[in-house]
T-cell receptor, first 109, second 114 residues
Framework: EDQVTQSPEALRLQEGESSSLNCSYT??????LFWYRQDPGKGPEFLFTLYSAGEEKEKERLKATLTKKESFLHITAPKPEDSATYLC??????????FGKGTKLSVKP | DAGVIQSPRHEVTEMGQEVTLRCKPISGHNSLFWYRQTMMRGLELLIYFNNNVPIDDSGMPEDRFSAKMPNASFSTLKIQPSEPRDSAVYFC????????????FGDGTRLSIL
């Protein structure tokens, strides 16, 4: 059975304190892995797609990496506006997304 | 560009009533997805359409749930009769169809069944 586990469930950082979020997955026929950001009362907002192990993508203070079993979202020198829930979603052999429950990130000034 | 548009944003109704959620996908996108989000289970796929045709409805919880896509610019998710355990946030997403492209989400409908 396909499974996605994100850790930690919640993370509190001080502004400027770098850290990483983890997404571990077991998905048959993986066709890619997506990262989304979700703000309260909003729908998930697309950040990155990673298609193969070793691939990296960057956007501002965020960098996503992918291995055969995990993906990491590294956040460098975060700001309060980076506070959100970050969702990981591997795509199965049909291209359907299997969402993890997310990591709720809080960045304090 | 307009994103995915969902209505209503909030719905409060009594158990047993019929509920209809609406979605307008991004113009030109040919795949449409309905999800449900709860604290306990996270985001779950209910059903998806490709070119207005339902492809996989295995995530629909039971016969009380039905979805239609009469044309490329409109879809509905209906619950009849509604139950308190249906309370959740329901999201619609759309995607352009070739390869593994990102899905783009609306801002959801928060449904409360009393």
């Amino acid at each position: 059975e396909d499974q996605v586990t994100q850790s930690p469930e919640a993370l509190r950082l001080q502004e400027g304190e770098s850290s990483s979020l983890n997404c571990s997955y077991t998905v048959s026929g993986l066709r890619g892995l997506f990262w989304y950001r979700q703000d309260p009362g909003k729908g998930p907002e697309f950040l990155f797609t990673l298609y193969s192990a070793g691939e990296e993508k960057e956007k501002e203070r965020l960098k996503a990496t992918l291995t055969k079993k995990e993906s990491f979202l590294h956040i460098t020198a975060p700001k309060p506006e980076d506070s959100a829930t970050y969702l990981c979603a591997p795509a199965d052999s049909q291209g359907n997304l299997i969402f993890g429950k997310g990591t709720k990130l809080s960045v304090k000034p | 560009d307009a994103g995915v548009i969902q209505s209503p944003r909030h719905e409060v109704t009594e158990m047993g009533q019929e509920v209809t959620l609406r979605c307008k996908p991004i113009s030109g996108h040919n795949s449409l997805f309905w999800y449900r989000q709860t604290m306990m289970r996270g985001l779950e796929l209910l059903i998806y359409f490709n070119n207005n045709v339902p492809i996989d409805d295995s995530g629909m919880p039971e016969d009380r749930f039905s979805a239609k896509m009469p044309n490329a610019s409109f879809s509905t998710l209906k619950i009849q009769p509604s139950e308190p355990r249906d309370s959740a946030v329901y999201f619609c997403a759309s995607r352009t169809g070739t390869g593994v492209q990102p899905q783009h989400f609306g801002d959801g409908t928060r449904l409360s069944i009393l």
